[in-house]
């Protein structure tokens, strides 16, 4: 049975989600379905198919979702497909292919580069065959500046949450940012994602944890707006940083000393713009208690990479992590149920619960 939740939305009255749902392995099981099969996950650029490639097999979340999928690609679109054959179920593209179709090797079912089944062997006496249960399912793709994302059942459109981000970080162009492997990281937190996500989403902390960060931001100003399946900090630098937006006439924030925009897509996409770029954080399960979070770094001007918020976030994160894990133990204790949130400083927090309960009782 279905556990429900709720969080109330007064937050002056909330509590939080209870310390069961970060312990409770069904519920961490029916989250793949309920929660992450139903929003916008990252493609990684190295999925897409290059130079002659037609087609390239892929997972999505390092694999936490269970649907292989490819990306393929004619003269005119690319596309995200279910990489499972419509006949019994064998995976179509195994790595890369050339090849302009695609071709089950199990029994010569061949499809389009949209999906749409073409021809079977020995199916001629079929009755009823082909119908649209042939062809392959098809996935949303959306392009944001060098970035691309999927869903396996939108549960809301990407292009809503990319119009609020625009909104801030329009003016930056986001088509001349350039993927920085060498500046890109994969972190192993022996935490719960969701906790890693509730740190996340309050500055809060900042002061207490984050001693280099403070030093750099004005916490007296730290703000969090939330709007739908997502919510915006943001960072104004204190007195004494340099590193900040430039930001134009016209701008919603213009005249504000702006250090940094840390935008949260639920559940699990993190999009810090700083002067010098895009820090793309991708938050994936890996079990109940444990979380894989890959940094993917998008940079733009390499003159502001050593300065102000955009500075340093190896140790930002080691200084996220201790606490993270540090929570993650706490809430084993059988003397811990739930708290209540800050109703000035921990909104990010209480949005992000009340989302998170909404998709698990839904």
Same mark, same amino acid.
């Given at each position: 049975m279905a556990k429900k939740f709720y969080v109330d939305p007064d937050i002056k009255k909330a509590s939080t989600l209870p310390a069961s749902l970060y312990r409770d392995q069904e519920i961490f099981r029916d989250m793949e379905e309920k929660v992450f099969q139903r929003s916008w996950q990252y493609i990684d650029p190295g999925d897409l198919p290059r130079g002659q490639e037609k087609a390239v097999g892929f997972h999505l979340l390092d694999g936490y979702l269970r649907a292989p999928l490819l990306l393929s690609r004619d003269s005119e679109e690319l596309y995200c497909l279910s990489n499972v054959c419509t006949h019994r179920g064998n995976l179509l593209v195994g790595g890369r292919s050339n090849a302009k179709k695609i071709v089950c090797g199990y029994h010569g079912r061949r499809f389009a580069a949209d999906g749409t089944f073409e021809f079977m062997p020995e199916f001629g006496e079929a009755e009823g065959f082909p119908t649209s249960c042939d062809n392959l399912p098809r996935f949303p793709l959306v392009h944001w500046g060098p970035m691309h994302f999927t869903s396996l059942d939108p549960a809301f459109q990407f292009d809503a949450l990319s119009a609020v981000m625009e909104e801030r970080v329009g003016f930056l162009p986001l088509n001349d940012f350039e993927m920085d492997p060498g500046r890109s990281r994969t972190y192993s937190v022996k935490a719960h994602w969701a906790l890693y996500c509730d740190n996340y989403l309050e500055g809060f902390h900042i002061p207490f944890v984050h001693k280099d960060l403070d030093a750099v931001l004005d916490y007296g100003k730290y703000d969090t707006l939330l709007f739908d399946h997502g919510s915006l900090q943001i960072g104004y630098a204190g007195s004494q940083a340099e590193s900040v937006f430039l930001l134009p006439e016209g701008h919603v924030d213009y005249g504000k000393r702006i250090a940094a925009y840390y935008f949260w897509i639920f559940p699990n996409l993190m999009f810090n713009f700083y002067p010098w770029g895009l820090s793309l954080n991708i938050v994936t399960p890996v079990n109940i208690g444990e979380t894989?979070?890959?940094? %993917?770094?998008?940079?733009?001007?390499?003159?502001?990479?050593?300065?102000?918020?955009?500075?340093?976030?190896?140790?930002?994160?080691?200084?996220?992590?201790? %606490?993270?894990?540090? %929570?993650?133990?706490?809430?084993?204790?059988?003397f811990y149920s739930s708290g209540r949130f800050s109703p000035t400083r921990e909104t990010g927090v209480h949005h992000f619960h009340r989302l998170l309960a909404d998709y698990l009782t839904s």
């Open positions: 894989r979070v890959r940094f %993917v770094s998008y940079v733009y001007d390499r003159s502001q990479l050593a300065t102000g918020a955009g500075a340093g976030l190896d140790k930002v994160e080691m200084e996220d992590e201790a %606490v993270v894990e540090g %929570v993650q133990r706490g809430l084993q204790s059988a």
